[in-house]
T-cell receptor, first 112, second 113 residues
Framework: GESVGLHLPTLSVQEGDNSIINCAYS??????FIWYKQESGKGPQFIID?????DKRQGQRVTVLLNKTVKHLSLQIAATQPGDSAVYFC???????????FGPGTSLSVIP | EAGVAQSPRYKIIEKRQSVAFWCNPI?????LYWYQQILGQGPKLLIQ????????DSQLPKDRFSAERLKGVDSTLKIQPAKLEDSAVYLC???????????FGQGTRLTVV
C-alpha cells in the first residue's frame, strides 16, 4: 500500500460525465478501504470508506466498489463537477493498528 | 467548528539548519497525527499521539526528527538537522475516533536548499 513514484496518474473527464478512479491494494488483512480527496494547497479530506466484508457502498454522488479477489478498489463519481478536480488517494487501514496507509494518487481534471 | 491549524504555511531553510512546525488540533480530539507528504506521493504517517502519549512513531527518523504534544493539545514537530530529502509538506491531522476519519490541516510546505 505504499505510494511510489513522482508522476501521478491522471484522468480527464468532461463535466457531467461519470468518473471512475481505480486503485490496487496490497494488504488483504486491512479492515477498511478509504478514499480521500486532496485539493491543491489543502490536506486530504475523507470522502467515503468501505469495510472489507462489503462489495459496494454508496454516498452522495460517490460509490466505492471493492473486489477482494483481485485486490482492486474503485471510486465512481456521478455527474462530475469542476469542484471535483483534485488528487484522489486510496488508503487502507487495519482497525487494531488504527494506522492509515495511503496508496498512490490519481489527479482528476474536469473539463468544463 | 474550527479546523486543524498549522503554522507556518511555508518554510525555506538551508540543509543542516533546524525547523519546527506547530499544530493545533480540533478541540476535543484526543488523537493527533503528523504525516509527511513528498511531492507526487500519498501522505506517510510519522507519529501518532493519543492525548500526550505516543502510540506509533515507527516511521519517524528519530536521529533527526522529534515531536511532542505537551498537555495533550498542541503539538510541535522538529527537524534537526534538516536534509535535502526532508523537503515535503508536513500535515497534521486530528481525530475523535478512528484515524480514517481524521481531519487534516493545510500543511506546512518545507523546502530544504
Amino acid at each position: 500500500g505504499e505510494s511510489v513514484g513522482l508522476h501521478l496518474p491522471t484522468l480527464s473527464v468532461q463535466e457531467g460525465d461519470n468518473s471512475i478512479i481505480n486503485c490496487a491494494y496490497s494488504n488483504s488483512a486491512s479492515d477498511y478501504f478509504i478514499w480521500y480527496k486532496q485539493e491543491s494547497g489543502k490536506g486530504p479530506q475523507f470522502i467515503i470508506d468501505i469495510r472489507s466484508n462489503m462489495d459496494k457502498r454508496q454516498g452522495q454522488r460517490v460509490t466505492v466498489l471493492l473486489n477482494k479477489t483481485v485486490k482492486h478498489l474503485s471510486l465512481q463519481i456521478a455527474a462530475t463537477q469542476p469542484g471535483d478536480s483534485a488528487v484522489y488517494f486510496c488508503a487502507e487501514m487495519k482497525t487494531s493498528y488504527d494506522k492509515v496507509i495511503f496508496g498512490p494518487g490519481t489527479s482528476l481534471s474536469v473539463i468544463p | 467548528e474550527a479546523g486543524v491549524a498549522q503554522s507556518p504555511r511555508y518554510k525555506i531553510i538551508e540543509k543542516r539548519q533546524s525547523v519546527a512546525f506547530w499544530c493545533n488540533p480540533i478541540s476535543g480530539h484526543a488523537t493527533l497525527y503528523w504525516y509527511q507528504q513528498i511531492l507526487g506521493q500519498g501522505p506517510k504517517l510519522l507519529i501518532q499521539f493519543q492525548n500526550n502519549g505516543v502510540v506509533d512513531d515507527s516511521q519517524l527518523p528519530k536521529d533527526r526528527f522529534s515531536a511532542e504534544r505537551l498537555k495533550g493539545v498542541d503539538s510541535t514537530l522538529k527537524i534537526q538537522p534538516a536534509k535535502l530529502e526532508d523537503s515535503a509538506v508536513y500535515l497534521c491531522a486530528s481525530s475523535l475516533g478512528s484515524g480514517r476519519e481524521a481531519f487534516f490541516g493545510q500543511g506546512t510546505r518545507l523546502t530544504v536548499v
